[in-house]
């Protein structure tokens, strides 16, 4: 059974994915660090795999301290631009032997729903974002808006595929959205919602949408104990669960 | 059986009426006329009502025509403004009994959707449009979208609510959509579309969805017909399709 | 400021409408009553109304001793039948200054949909109901549903529309659904929903869609409120939440 | 250029086919084939490829003309069993260089909407159809409902998902839908609508939803032509155009 702890164990992402790993007949929950406990905690407790969900700030000298441990990671914690990929990249080379995985989205839903979208994209004529969130959401786009249109601008950029048709001429101002790439993202904020996104492909005469509803923090956990499942058999970094879930 | 003539037969929307009006039973088309024809056929043919679906250059000739010769109007065309409307007031002050009715819309799907939208906008914090077109429509957003903001801010101002939540501080550009008057409105250009419109609205904890989905130009017609038999019961200037149809 | 107690306190439903009471500048939480208190504490602590979720097995009495002592008591505990309302009537007519509203939905957003979906029925040839909610749920389809297509059916008889087309011949075994007063519910059953509602009406070339999704139990705690301000302005018995509402 | 005859021209969707094909400028549209006319004009013109849409008692018929001539066929007609593609399968292996390919649906985003459920549906505990479509079909589910559930059925199996959750004990009567498989089916019969289906698929917080909206026939168009491109790669027998689109 897989020893596992989970780095931020105190925020409410931390919170719902130790008790999951708690949960899981496969693996062995040995500790839930927060901001305030040490390290060498991973050490005693024999730990074999983290989960961090913890800041931007913090993450770099964890994932040092897990890699130099031979301890694998899965990484919720945002803020990775190509010079912090790249020192990561320098560690794993001195212990080839662990597993790193950043990864901006542990929801299964939303990553099957990127997959899918940018597979049909090259098949449709157009094609358009819609994202809903809750209105005290201070980004717009969303990220997982911004990485969906940058991965259906290359899908079709790959298969040749042309710009899509607008015949828009006239307009008014002060819409809430973006053109990403040359695909148009919509974005709703909305009381009552949480996350949820639609991409709406159409050719003649037909339409094919693509929706993504996340209703509960909970559905971040599958995701996360997948990628702990994965991450032994996948040395070195990776960037995006999907390429450990076989999506 | 009431006489019934169709202005601007020889369009798309001219002819899918008029076949609406010989099919009904209690409607007897009298004359399709055409841009060529000349008015008098509807004195020839003893027409007691018509249905305008011309151009903003011929309709003001077209309904002159008609109020002074006892004949009622529902009208489909475009383009009126505080000066016509001024201008077809004063023609109807001098024959009381005539109808005519402005209808920016002919479908009782859309008008019942504004309906709805402006009657449940008071009860929820947000309410966002989405309207989604064929890609080759010139103007976005769509007159409808753009009426129903209007309906929805009016009835949440007469309710006293206060504005939509919304804590946005970045954002990116080159979105196609508006915000009108307090509404954010998304405008979605999709090949293999018709006309299509959703309301979202959502309050702490839920939120409801109003959509509304042309298809066919066919959905124009029922609308029409139902003007056509309240028309007589409706002397004066009567502004949207609405007011004759109890919605 | 009115004096609130909450009947049925300690469950999830009560704890909610509790907090939600507490929070309200205008509404005095002076009790949280468990199925072990006493309701004398009614009386020691003034309070003016209650809000019952509760159980069928209890409501009654709480209710015989609400109505006796003039404080009026907004209902969500289910079970009514024709023979306990005809109880409830008999004790108010005996206390006419007291209100009791029995309210099978507290949230705004179904009963809107509700009035909605029946008001828009007679003017389309069809209409179906779709419900989805946890696959835990016992029930199907859900009383909502039910409710639903009973005042459907309804706005439709009155308005003298006949009944849905549908020239299926050939049919399988299974489905989950129901057809009720000549309508038709689907009712799906899906890991990670709520509780949802979609209503699909449809005529000739066009459809309109109103959809209720209850994402949070706290979508439940509005309404009741509502009817708490409203209540002591209903003497007698009501049933429907909608009716204090202004829906 | 590929020279196309249609077989079956005359009918609609033959018509909507032949046109697409005269329109194409990789494809000549040789001979558009009526059930009055003679197959020889199929020699006559030299046709390489054929498009059948016809009926059940001619397609037997018209395919060992075209196969024994070395003519390649994209065929939408229906009524195919083990007992007909076994007799293709022994008409091909005497004349090895020709493909068939029988296409039970010509839509390509009916063929997506099917592969990219099938491919999701082993991440998610739960899944169900809901068909929708006008009110004069016949049969319900539709042949595409009942296909999706089975490829679903078949993906979970595969992958070792267990059955879906369904607590419910009380149930109605009178459901249009069906159990296939093991997954629900929903059909809504609603006029307006034209040929429509959403997979619902839920997980533990989160939902996912791929819809297929079909408005117009000319949506099946660019599936043929994309089929009569491809056939002459891939001889002998195929089964489902998505083999050759690279779906």
Redesign the interface.
């Known amino acids: 059974m897989m020893k596992v702890a989970v780095l931020g164990a105190s925020g409410k992402l931390g919170s719902v994915i130790s008790d999951a790993v708690d949960a899981a007949d496969d693996l062995d929950l040995v500790a839930r660090i927060g901001s305030r406990d040490s390290l060498e905690t991973l050490v005693e407790t024999g730990a074999e795999a983290v989960v961090d969900v913890t800041t931007p700030a913090a993450v770099m000298e964890n994932l040092r301290f897990c890699i130099e441990r031979g301890i694998h990671a899965i990484v919720g914690t945002t803020g990775f631009d190509e010079e912090r990929l790249a020192t990561l990249r320098g560690w794993l080379d001195e212990h080839p032997r662990v597993g790193v995985v950043i990864a901006p989205n542990f929801?299964?839903?939303?990553l099957?729903?990127m997959q899918?979208a940018a597979?049909?994209a090259p098949?449709?004529?157009?094609?358009?974002i819609?994202e809903?969130h809750h209105?005290?959401?201070?980004?717009?786009?969303s990220g997982t808006a911004q990485r969906t249109a940058a991965l259906i601008a290359d899908a079709r950029r790959e298969a040749g595929v042309g710009p899509?048709?607008?015949?828009?001429?006239?307009?008014?101002?002060?819409?809430?959205?973006?053109?990403?790439d040359g695909i148009?993202?919509?974005?709703?904020?909305?009381?009552?919602?949480?996350a949820h996104q639609e991409v709406?492909?159409?050719?003649?005469?037909?339409?094919?949408?693509?929706?993504?509803?996340?209703?509960?923090?909970?559905?971040?956990?599958?995701g996360a104990l997948a990628g702990l499942r994965a991450v032994p058999a996948h040395p070195g970094l990776t960037i995006g669960l999907e390429h450990l879930?076989g999506?």
């Open positions: 929801s299964i839903g939303a099957l729903m899918l597979k049909a098949f449709f004529e157009s094609v358009e819609v809903l209105p005290t959401k201070a980004d717009a786009p899509v048709p607008d015949a828009t001429t006239t307009a008014l101002e002060g819409a809430r959205g973006a053109e990403i148009h993202v919509h974005a709703l904020r909305i009381r009552g919602l949480v709406v492909l159409g050719g003649v005469g037909e339409t094919l949408t693509i929706r993504h509803d996340s209703l509960d923090r909970a559905s971040f956990a599958p879930l999506l």
